[in-house]
């Protein structure tokens, strides 16, 4: 019974990860980013692509995934055996669980090159928003506050 709670409380903080990423799209603001000067630059976009964003990479997914595999592999065998397996288990459940973090919290990204007015050429990269798409020639605003910029309509 013990075992089993423990498993259930390391896949839940696990699967937690996905709501602890932070959204990257352009309108998004930290809570120190809100109510502070932001300076606004200009430019006409000269190429969009897309690209993918790394996920996180923490200790809560190794930790979670040590745990269920060290709880998973000490129920294998006896004696000296189970410890091994529960070495074993932690060692490849820590690595699963940190593979799991970064996929999940992975995500979809536009690098956005734009030809700024004062001549400078400068590329972006920030999440994907479905609501929102990016075109070559596309006048838009540069948004820079607290050392983070972000491209805009």
Same mark, same amino acid.
């Given at each position: +019974?013990?075992?089993?709670?423990?498993?259930?409380?390391?896949?839940? *903080?696990?699967?937690?990860?996905?709501?602890? *990423?932070?959204?990257?799209?352009?309108?998004?603001?930290?809570?120190? !980013?809100? %109510?502070?000067? !932001?300076? =606004?630059? +200009?430019?006409?976009?000269?190429?969009?692509? @897309?690209?993918?964003?790394?996920?996180?990479?923490? @200790?809560? &997914?190794?930790?979670? &995934?040590?745990?269920?595999?060290?709880?998973?592999?000490?129920?294998?065998?006896?004696?000296?055996?189970?410890?091994?397996?529960?070495?074993?288990?932690?060692?490849?459940?820590? +690595?699963?669980?940190?593979?799991?973090?970064? &996929?999940?919290?992975?995500? !979809?990204?536009?690098?956005?090159?734009?030809?700024?007015?004062?001549? !400078?050429? %400068?590329?972006?990269?920030?999440?994907?928003? @479905?609501?929102?798409?990016?075109?070559?020639?596309? %006048? #838009? %605003?540069?948004?820079? =506050?607290?050392? #983070?910029?972000? #491209?805009?309509?």
């Amino acid at each position: +019974m013990k075992k089993q709670i423990l498993i259930s409380a390391a896949l839940i *903080a696990l699967l937690g990860l996905g709501g602890c *990423a932070s959204k990257l799209t352009g309108d998004v603001y930290s809570r120190d !980013q809100a %109510r502070a000067p !932001q300076t =606004v630059r +200009m430019g006409t976009i000269e190429s969009v692509r @897309p690209v993918q964003i790394e996920g996180t990479k923490t @200790p809560i &997914g190794p930790a979670a &995934g040590a745990v269920v595999g060290g709880v998973a592999g000490s129920s294998v065998g006896g004696g000296r055996g189970s410890v091994i397996a529960g070495v074993v288990g932690a060692v490849a459940g820590g +690595m699963v669980g940190a593979a799991a973090e970064e &996929g999940i919290t992975r995500s !979809q990204g536009v690098e956005i090159t734009v030809r700024e007015d004062d001549g !400078q050429t %400068r590329a972006y990269v920030q999440e994907a928003d @479905p609501a929102v798409s990016f075109f070559a020639g596309e %006048r #838009v %605003r540069i948004l820079t =506050v607290n050392g #983070v910029s972000r #491209v805009s309509k």
